[in-house]
C-alpha cells in the first residue's frame, strides 16, 4: 500500500488542490474542481500503481454529486 504521506505528496501537486491533510491513514483534500479532482485521482491511481480503496465526499451539496455522477455515465 501507498503510505499516506507519499499519497498526500502527489495530491498536493495537483492544480485544483487548495490542502491536504493526513490523518492517520486517512487523507483529507480540499479542492476548487471537485470533478476535475476525482478525474486526475484516477489518473495518479492508476500511473503510480496506488492502492486507493476509499473515496468519500464530505462538504458537497447534492447538486454537485449529481454532477459527478452524471459525468461518470456519459
Known sequence: ATPPRVMAALLIAL???R???VRG???????????RFFQRVNQLTLSHSIDLRTMQTI???AEAVFGYLHE???
Open 59 to 61: 462538504d458537497a451539496g
Open 25 to 35: 491513514s486517512r487523507i483529507e483534500v480540499r479542492t476548487t474542481n471537485p470533478s
Open 72 to 74: 461518470g455515465l456519459a
Open 15 to 17: 492544480p485544483d488542490v
Open 19 to 21: 490542502s491536504v491533510d
